[in-house]
């Protein structure tokens, strides 16, 4: 059977994107708050807030990060990793999502999105 790894998140920024070098790369992190909203059994509204961290790499995310900050709203699509590291003699295990594609969400104004040079249909950035 074949195996599928692929994410959809949409969410917002919960700080400014970070870039960094990463050896011979790049990769520029943030978390993602994805917020779960339900009524209870009583009637009461719940939410539960996940904050999700997002991996760019290899320079890409320096293409987006122009265009998002803390608070942004954009659709994640990308893959979920786990990684596995040693800390002081017990084994932890780390997972984020590696994003392909970065879509942003928050509505700009006609002329901003013109002197970005985006068209006029949406804000559509690739990180793959």
């Not at 999700?52 to 990060?65: D, F």
């Not at 942003?104 to 999105?113: C, G, H, R």
Request: charged content about 25%; overall charge positive.
């Amino acid at each position: 059977m074949p195996n599928l790894n692929r994410v959809f998140l949409i969410g917002h920024l919960g700080a400014d994107p970070e870039t960094k070098q990463a050896g011979e790369t790049t990769v520029t992190k943030f978390n993602l708050a994805v917020t779960d909203r339900w009524t209870d059994k009583a009637g009461e509204k719940q939410e539960h807030t996940n904050w999700i961290p997002i991996a760019v790499w290899n320079g890409k995310g320096e293409q987006v990060t122009p265009y998002i900050k803390k608070g942004s709203c954009v659709l994640v699509e990308g893959a979920i990793r786990v990684s596995k590291y040693d800390d002081a003699g017990t084994t932890r295990y780390f997972t984020e999502v590696v994003a392909t594609n970065i879509t942003f969400l928050d509505k700009k104004p006609v002329e901003e999105q013109r002197s970005l040079g985006e068209s006029t249909g949406g804000r559509r950035k690739k990180a793959s």
